[in-house]
């Protein structure tokens, strides 16, 4: 038995050359100057150039063989040998649209009139009083309908200058920076557009809007499945996507395509949860009766079928929609019983989006291809 030495390790291993190579691998600079000797036991590391050698398991091999054969046959070295490469270039990250937005989260309904808009204004205005930052997209280009309920009808954005690029200032109301096609057209004019000139306005207010940092931006979506869906997908990685609906049956109907939609395997957007809108009616003189205009526990019964979180169930009282139609959302008054249901129902929206982030990574945006 040979006495194992750092200068026996070297030369022995001045017997091994790259492939395609003249000069050893210890002349070269490979073999790194880290040998460690305990007893029999025998360490270092070899440097290789290419970040996925394709020779660096045979090297490896080799240097084992060598070392056994012509230094000490009981020396441990297999397993020893770490290879070392160089470091591989940064991957460019993805160019995101809205580079300092924490979380997108789309509203969406699978019909309209189930008060889509007035959850997610009022949603909007619960996450602002809790201290987040938050951007509202009214997204539902056919029936913009944000601008009456934040009371912004006639608001006009003026464009500003953000490094070098003129961009949409959104107006803030309530604490949130909204942006909605309503401020670009007359409210009593018609918007006839093809699904491309939809997808397109859509597109700018989310690309050419100064939102800077969020932790949330709110998008309400039209009702239904349509062009507009689709292009939202492949342009944003949402973070998901909340279901409003009422209990009737027409209405959850229509949310379940919506929800199959989003879970396809082609789009994949998670799904945080359903809101289930006028689950009760409330009247004002009677607050503690209830009454089941539109059938009961429909949305909560479709969630669970569907394995999906409800977030809230959010009763049908006149003050919301007075609220709503005055443009001082019901989730401004700290107070009032449905302020305070509003409020519940964003503690949990945040809840489930960090649970989401947790869990899963990123959303990417959707390839979807023509053929």
């Not at 880290?34 to 290789?48: A, L």
């Not at 139609?325 to 019901?330: E, T, Y």
């Amino acid at each position: 038995m040979s006495r194992i030495t750092e200068q026996n390790i070297l030369d022995a291993l001045k017997a091994i050359t790259y492939p395609g190579e003249n000069e050893n691998i210890v002349s070269s600079g490979m073999v790194q100057n880290d040998i460690k000797i305990e007893g029999n036991k025998v360490s270092f590391s070899i440097r290789f150039r290419k970040a996925k050698d394709p020779f660096y398991k045979s090297v490896i091999k080799t240097a084992e063989s060598v070392l056994l054969s012509q230094v000490d046959e009981s020396m441990e070295i297999k397993g020893n040998i770490t290879p070392i490469f160089p470091e591989l270039p940064p991957v460019p990250a993805e160019d995101k649209i809205l580079p300092y937005v924490k979380n997108v989260v789309a509203i969406h309904s699978g019909k309209g009139g189930v008060g889509k808009s007035t959850v997610t204004s009022n949603l909007a205005v619960s996450l602002a009083k809790a201290g987040y930052k938050v951007g509202l997209l009214d997204a539902d280009i056919y029936g913009p309908s944000i601008p009456r309920m934040l009371h912004l009808e006639g608001s006009r954005p003026v464009l500003v200058e953000v490094d070098g690029n003129e961009l949409i200032d959104p107006p803030v109301k309530y604490g949130v920076k909204v942006l909605s096609i309503g401020f670009f057209v007359n409210k009593e004019d018609a918007i006839v557009w093809r699904g491309t000139m939809a997808s397109n306005a859509m597109g700018q207010l989310i690309r050419e809007g100064n939102w800077g940092e969020l932790d949330y931006l709110l998008i309400d979506l039209p009702p239904g499945t349509s062009d507009i869906h689709l292009s939202l997908i492949q342009m944003l990685g949402l973070t998901g996507v909340v279901v409003v609906t009422t209990p009737q049956n027409v209405a959850t109907d229509d949310a379940r395509k919506g929800i199959s939609m989003f879970r396809d395997e082609k789009i994949n957007v998670p799904i945080l949860g359903v809101v289930e809108n006028m689950s009760w009616f409330t009247p004002a003189e009677l607050p503690q009766n209830r009454y089941y205009i539109f059938g009961k526990d429909g949305g909560k019964i479709m969630a669970e079928e569907l394995g999906v979180k409800l977030l809230g169930q959010i009763p049908l009282v006149q003050s919301v929609r007075e609220a709503a139609d005055s443009g001082d959302p019901i989730a401004t008054r700290d107070d009032a019983i449905m302020g305070i249901a509003f409020h519940n129902l964003a503690d949990n929206l945040v809840a489930a989006v960090e649970a989401r982030n947790s869990e899963f990574p990123p959303t990417s945006k959707v390839e979807i291809t023509h053929r």
